[in-house]
């Protein structure tokens, strides 16, 4: 008796699966589409303008200093404008944890002029926090030098990326209108 009630519920969910199948083809398709906040209506993000806020990495901060940059008069000078950079705790806990070799990082990270993120989430991995951060709050510019994480943030519409090249910082993905020219 129960394999026959078995059986028979078998047959009856193949049923209601042909049921769902045979739709009306006149009818509209319904498509889920990911919703874009309405600073991204334009070409780039209108949320950015001065005062800049930016989202500091931790190997950006060592190679500014192999470069010889000071962080906050560099981003000036890359964006003409003021800046303000954004530490979260995830960075500040990569940095302590690289130890005594980069006390002078930790120095830097730890200056006035810099802000401090909290972060509630839980773990330390810097990389899944940042991206976390300009995906919520499309206000941030990432400042990095690791080309994974600017591979993962360059498929976010509207982050521009800040980087080093030629001892100083460019920008990328951000209006020609905005900071000095592109080299």
């Given amino acids: 008796a129960t394999t026959h009630r078995l059986f028979c519920r ?9 049921e769902k199948k045979k ?4 009818q509209l398709k319904e498509r889920e589409v ?23 990495d931790t190997n950006f901060i060592n190679f ?21 950079p954004y530490i979260t705790d995830c960075v500040m806990a990569e ?8 006390r002078v990082a930790l120095r830097i990270a730890k200056d006035p002029r810099f802000e401090r993120l909290p972060c509630t989430h839980k773990g330390t991995y810097a990389d899944d926090c940042l991206v976390q951060r300009v995906t919520q709050h499309k206000c941030y510019i990432l400042a990095t030098v690791d080309r994974d994480l600017k591979r993962r ?10 980087y080093i090249s030629n ?17």
């Fill in 10 to 18: 078998k047959e009856t969910d193949r049923a209601k699966a042909k």
């Fill in 64 to 84: 500014s200093i192999k470069a010889k940059l000071d962080i906050v008069q560099s981003m000036m000078d890359c964006l003409y404008a003021k800046c303000i």
């Fill in 153 to 162: 943030v360059r498929k976010i519409p509207g982050v521009p990326i800040m």
């Fill in 23 to 26: 739709k009306d083809p006149s």
């Fill in 34 to 56: 990911t919703k874009y906040p309405s600073c991204l209506f334009f070409q780039y993000n209108t949320q950015l303008g001065p005062p800049y806020h930016i989202l500091v």
């Fill in 167 to 183: 001892h100083r910082y460019n920008i990328e993905r951000m209006p020609d209108d905005y900071g000095a020219p592109r080299f």
């Fill in 95 to 102: 940095i302590e944890k690289l130890g005594m070799k980069y």
